[in-house]
């Protein structure tokens, strides 16, 4: 029997984004604490605003670069994180000292180049953490740098405690990357993104289809209509009009353009088309935390 790969989307910081996460299927949503990044969420009362939207199904994750205990009860106080994801140098002695003082699950991340480091941050963290996150160690930021490692170092490995493989995961790799890597759950910021910290609808619900189904969009497409090169060319069309701010939120916009499918390939374009997801209709997403919490309230006064 198939096991489901989970996926966590790091990097949400509008109400938007985290409700496409959560719609399409995400098991984690990741909202960073670290100016220096283009998807830090700067305001406590955004991050609050953003944690309360999110289903009790799905984990709400903090991702901090070395912090400090001040900053970490300011964050936590908002009530929007249920687990921290430590993405700097923090030791195993100061992964262990957050874990007490806040009372959270801690991921800790470890930065990839070759076999040894998967091996170093194993036997250093695996003590200490409860989950361990492997991401590429190339790039200027601590992590939604774009770039992979080579997968094939996780391969076959028995690791004690759960492990997220991140790094470079895009709607076209994230189902080889998993499965090359033997990887659980993955995790995706930068590969689903129309721009530098900008978030696209559209390319996360195409992440979630090709983690779901074990199978990348262009292999679906070129499965169905057998013509990899034509695909392609559409698939740029669509990308480029999908990037467009103001066809974001116009469904009936990306319907017309995935159109084009059934204009080149008739029949076989129409069930490539359903295939991909393109077209579907919005689905509701669960209860929020704070719609819940209104729910019970409002029973407990009747």
């Excluded at 609050?48 to 970490?72: C, E, I, N, Q």
């Excluded at 391969?155 to 709607?171: D, E, H, M, N």
């Excluded at 559209?202 to 209509?225: D, F, N, P, W």
Aim: charged letters at 25%; hydrophobic letters at 45%; one cysteine or more.
């Amino acid at each position: 029997m198939k096991t489901m790969v989970e996926a966590k989307i790091c990097g949400l910081s509008t109400p938007e984004t985290v409700d496409a996460a959560v719609r399409f299927g995400a098991r984690w949503v990741g909202f960073v604490t670290y100016p220096r990044s283009p998807r830090h969420v700067a305001a406590n009362d955004l991050l609050k605003a953003l944690g309360a939207r999110v289903p009790t199904s799905v984990g709400r994750v903090g991702l901090f670069v070395d912090p400090d205990d001040a900053l970490l009860d300011e964050r936590l106080a908002t009530g929007a994180i249920d687990m921290l994801q430590l993405h700097g140098a923090e030791t195993p002695e100061r992964v262990a000292t957050i874990k007490a003082h806040t009372g959270k699950p801690v991921m800790k991340v470890i930065k990839v180049t070759e076999a040894a480091d998967v091996e170093r941050g194993i036997a250093a963290y695996a003590a200490v953490a409860d989950r361990l996150m492997f991401d590429a160690a190339e790039g200027t930021l601590p992590g939604g740098n774009a770039r992979a490692f080579d997968w094939t170092i996780l391969s076959g490995r028995t690791i004690a405690l759960p492990w997220i493989l991140a790094g470079g995961l895009t709607p076209d790799n994230v189902a080889e990357a998993a499965k090359v890597a033997g990887a659980r759950a993955v995790d995706v910021s930068s590969g689903v993104e129309s721009s530098r910290g900008v978030k696209s609808i559209e390319l996360i619900r195409g992440y979630e289809y090709a983690r779901q189904t074990g199978l990348s969009l262009i292999a679906v497409m070129k499965a169905e209509l057998g013509d990899l090169d034509r695909v392609k060319r559409i698939v740029k069309i669509l990308g480029m009009v999908n990037a467009t701010p103001e066809f974001g939120e116009q469904p009936e916009v990306i319907n017309g353009c995935s159109d084009l499918f059934v204009t080149v390939f008739g029949d076989r374009g129409r069930h490539a088309r359903s295939a991909v997801g393109m077209g579907a209709k919005r689905t509701a997403a669960p209860p929020s935390r704070s719609k819940a919490k209104k729910k019970s309230a409002k029973s407990k006064r009747r």
